[in-house]
């Protein structure tokens, strides 16, 4: 009874991540001044194949969690399966909540300082999707895989990734913008400085006992 309690605090804390992820990301693209790196590239990869943005992410975050499959399996929990049927709807309603403040409207210096702030809610709310050990989206799988090969800071390595969507990105028809570069250099310190903090939020919530975590799928 205990463990799955435990797991219905998780998978809320992850459902609460991931809602603080898409708020940030609405109040960083209500800005309008370029999309995250991410962004960039799914939105090149959509102008190239005829598809929309939604159809392309699906089959960016189908072939990475293939790839995942093969080379660290165990990383791949129900959140991850979540993450891409289900960021949709959030997204939407973050939108909606978003576009009633007027961001858009702002001047150039203020925008600049909402998409540091946007960036940094983004941060926040990962560090509580990954706190919760029931999955991240596979996209963001990559860089954690890549730092237990490498030993390299998580933060160096997501900006290398994120300098590769971009360019890739941007190469392929995606737009960049001011917004982007500041995603680009701040996500990665901002996810490495909040990662430890927001598992502290989810272990005083649910406790650390390592029985009571969810097993890879």
């Known amino acids: ?11 809320i804390l992850f459902f609460i991540g991931m809602s603080v992820i898409q708020f940030g990301v609405a109040m960083f693209l209500e800005t309008n001044i370029g999309s995250d790196p991410f962004t960039v590239f799914t939105q090149g990869l959509a102008n190239t194949l005829g598809k929309t ?6 089959i960016i975050l189908v072939v990475l969690i293939i790839a995942i499959l093969f080379i660290e399996r ?13 960021v949709g709807p959030i997204i939407d309603l973050s939108s909606k909540i978003v576009s009633i ?4 409207s702002a001047n150039f210096f203020i925008k600049m300082l909402i998409v540091v702030l946007g960036v940094f809610i983004i941060a926040a709310g990962f560090s509580l999707v990954s706190g919760s050990d029931v999955g991240v989206a596979p996209n963001d799988i990559v860089p954690f895989i890549i730092q237990d090969k490498t030993k390299v800071q998580y933060k160096y390595i997501r900006i290398a990734l994120d300098a590769t969507f971009l360019i890739v990105g ?10 982007t570069i500041i995603a680009m250099l701040a ?3 901002f996810i490495q400085f909040c990662l430890p ?3 502290k939020v ?10 009571d975590k969810v097993v890879a799928a």
Do not use: W, Y
């Not at 009874?1 to 998978?11: G, L």
């Not at 403040?101 to 858009?104: C, R």
């Not at 989810?202 to 029985?211: A, F, P, R, T």
């Open 202 to 211: 989810v272990d005083l919530i649910v406790g650390s006992n390592k029985e």
């Open 187 to 189: 996500m990665g310190p």
């Open 1 to 11: 009874m205990n463990k799955t309690m435990n797991f219905i605090k998780r998978v």
């Open 197 to 199: 903090h927001g598992k």
């Open 101 to 104: 403040f007027p961001i858009a």
């Open 170 to 179: 941007f190469l392929i028809g995606g737009t960049v913008g001011v917004g």
């Open 53 to 58: 943005p939604g159809q392309a992410n699906r």
């Open 74 to 86: 165990k990383r791949i929990k129900i959140g991850t399966l979540i993450c891409v049927v289900g």
